[in-house]
Antibody
Framework: EVQLVESGGGLVHPGGSLRLSCAAS????????MNWVRQAPGKGLEWVAY????????YYVDAVTGRFTMSRDTAKNSVYLQMSSLRVEDTAVYYC??????????????WGQGVLVTVSS | SYVLTQPPSVSVAPGQTARITCGGN??????VHWYRQKPGQAPVLVLY???DRPSGIPERFSGSNSGNTATLAISRVEAGDEADFYC???????????FGGGTKLTVL
């Protein structure tokens, strides 16, 4: 059974840092590209970051470029989101999601339960 | 970046068919996926590749995609279908996921 479990969320002051983890089971993160998606309170879904299955490249939404870094540890079958210089507007539930590309299209077929990040003074 | 436009809300009576649209420039040449999100829960994929249903999603969920509009249709709507729905495509030019703004489905 495929499962994604996020951890590492919490309350942090503006300018602070936080590292989110996403532990995967039921599949290998070495053969799937992975994404982070966030949802601010009362708002819609916003794609944040993506790491290719080859781990050769990462992509970020402009709002977090230079502040967030996504990485992968195949030995632990996990992906991470290192967030620094956090801003109030980064407050959101952060979801880890698997990208299924095997039919030729690209969809997020499994999601974690989400983890809340609150940036506030 | 590619932009997807959804109506903020759609209301439908029980037993009727709800149609949620997703507009985008020539979206008909792209592949569209749909997610359902109930309050306090993570999104769930309910339709992929315009028309295909993942296992466990009832046949009441169907889709179409042509021209500048993709549509998710939910027939015989039930109270339990109330949720937010999001469309999604892959933006080839920027190489990442793009979501629509979401549509809140209300069952009257």
């Amino acid at each position: 059974e495929v499962q994604l479990v996020e951890s590492g969320g919490g309350l942090v002051h503006p300018g602070g840092s936080l590292r989110l983890s996403c532990a995967a089971s039921g599949f290998s993160v070495s053969i799937y590209s992975m994404n982070w998606v966030r949802q601010a309170p009362g708002k819609g879904l916003e794609w944040v970051a993506y790491i290719r299955r080859e781990a050769s490249e990462e992509y970020y939404v402009d709002a977090v470029t230079g502040r967030f870094t996504m990485s992968r540890d195949t030995a632990k079958n996990s992906v991470y989101l290192q967030m620094s210089s956090l801003r109030v507007e980064d407050t959101a539930v952060y979801y880890c999601a698997r990208l299924n590309h095997f039919s030729g299209s690209r969809r997020l077929d499994y999601w974690g339960q989400g983890v809340l990040v609150t940036v506030s003074s | 970046s590619y932009v997807l436009t959804q109506p903020p809300s759609v209301s439908v009576a029980p037993g009727q068919t709800a149609r949620i649209t997703c507009g985008g420039n020539n979206i008909g040449i792209r592949t569209v996926h749909w997610y359902r999100q109930k309050p306090g829960q993570a999104p769930v994929l309910v339709l992929y590749d315009d028309t295909d249903r993942p296992s466990g999603i009832p046949e009441r969920f169907s889709g179409s995609n042509s021209g500048n509009t993709a549509t998710l249709a939910i027939s015989r709507v039930e109270a339990g279908d109330e949720a937010d729905f999001y469309c999604q495509v892959w933006d080839v030019s920027s190489d990442h996921v793009v979501f629509g703004g979401g549509t809140k489905l209300t069952v009257l």
